[in-house]
């Protein structure tokens, strides 16, 4: 109720200049001559009309959508499909084939990285060969694709999203074959403005490269989108580039530092563009 606030005392102001007219208009001076404050009038009018103004713009701007985030842009695994289960599986048969049994806590390597990025720690304790590990963990991935749960939470948004008119994009670091898989198998395949994958830059996140070909695919400034991540390295990427983010933390990644995030939440549904405005 605040922002009436202003808009109440205009009116209230011009009520009264109208009030003072019809009281002192027809009184005389002390030398017989009227009094005939006419300029009362008409700024008591303006100032009844300046509030009216006011208040119906504040009314108005409560309910209309906001047009200053132009962009959204989601990662893909633990943002849109509940991915990381898998990808931690597959690397997890990978190594068992290999007669490799890792320890639980460097499952925490693989999550949100590209396969190229996180075997390279892996290959510094463990004896076994890239090759090898990529043909078996790839099989078992592919699998499982078919069978990926998606966050409905999520779907729901991007669908609110799109009705909305707001340019959408995926920024990941997956290829875009399975990517473009998964959309058609979720009915989203036609939603999408812009696909950014592994496949379109060289350096991946937490370098922000990803994320600026993204903007430069959307043609927009990164200070006008907002990034949906669900892991820190993906926040420092978007971050970097200059854009805003919102954090969904899930159950692989909620002991990560979010502390650079623009905005912590637990559920995508918590999002909207009077929320994607406010950050």
Not at 14 to 31: M, P
Not at 84 to 106: C, H, P, R, T
């Amino acid at each position: 109720m605040k922002k009436y606030i202003l808009p109440l005392i205009l009116i209230l102001l011009g009520v009264g200049l109208r009030a003072t007219y019809s009281i002192i208009g027809s009184e005389v001076d002390q030398n017989g001559f009227l009094i005939e404050p006419f300029w009362l009038i008409p700024i008591g009018h303006l100032l009844i009309l300046a509030g009216i103004i006011i208040t119906i713009r504040t009314y108005f701007k409560s309910y209309l959508p906001n047009k200053k985030i132009k962009a959204v842009i989601f990662d893909r695994d633990g943002v849109i499909l509940d991915s990381e289960s898998i990808n931690i599986g597959s690397a997890v048969k990978a190594f068992q084939e290999l007669g490799i049994e890792i320890e639980e806590k460097e499952k925490d390597w693989i999550i949100g990285r590209h396969t190229d990025d996180y075997i390279k720690l892996f290959l510094e304790k463990y004896d076994f060969t890239y090759e090898e590990f990529r043909k078996i963990q790839k099989e078992a991935l592919y699998e499982l694709l078919d069978t990926i749960p998606l966050f409905d939470k999520t779907i729901l948004l991007i669908r609110k999203l799109h009705k909305q008119k707001i340019p959408l994009a995926i920024t990941t670091s997956a290829g875009l074959e399975s990517t473009l898989r998964i959309l058609k198998n979720a009915d989203l395949e036609n939603i999408f403005d812009v696909i950014v994958t592994h496949e379109n830059y060289e350096k991946r996140k937490p370098n922000p490269e990803s994320y600026e070909i993204t903007a430069k695919k959307l043609k927009l400034s990164p200070k006008d989108c907002v990034v949906i991540e669900d892991s820190s390295i993906g926040i420092e990427a978007a971050k970097t580039a200059g854009m805003k983010c919102i954090a969904i933390p899930n159950e692989y990644t909620k002991n990560q530092d979010f502390s650079k995030a623009d905005l912590i939440i637990n559920s995508a549904e918590k999002i909207d563009i009077k929320l994607l405005n406010s950050i």
